[in-house]
């Protein structure tokens, strides 16, 4: 896992950073804690927003090795 990350600029209360590798997607959430200070609901949020539009995607197709 690499969880990517994202600096926060001036006035800025959260940012959001997605990347995949290897078929595996990982998000990285940062926050200036006077600004959110909620910051594991947020995650929980994100989390179970995924888990809902992962139920609703179609299966992946498995790549097939080159021979």
Same mark, same amino acid.
């Given at each position: &896992? *690499? #969880?990517?990350? $994202?600096? =926060?600029?001036?006035?800025? %209360?959260? !940012? @959001?950073?997605? *990347?995949? #590798?290897?078929?595996? =997607?990982?998000? %990285? /959430?940062?926050?200036?804690?006077? @600004?959110?200070?909620?910051? !594991? ?5 994100? =989390? &179970?927003?995924?888990?809902? $539009?992962? *139920? /609703? ?11």
């Amino acid at each position: &896992e *690499a #969880y990517p990350q $994202l600096p =926060l600029f001036q006035n800025q %209360g959260l !940012s @959001i950073a997605v *990347a995949t #590798y290897m078929d595996q =997607l990982d998000i %990285g /959430l940062t926050a200036d804690w006077e @600004i959110v200070p909620d910051l !594991s609901e947020v995650t929980n949020d994100v =989390l &179970e927003s995924f888990a809902e $539009l992962s *139920a /609703l995607a179609p299966p992946a197709k498995r790549k097939r090795a080159a021979k």
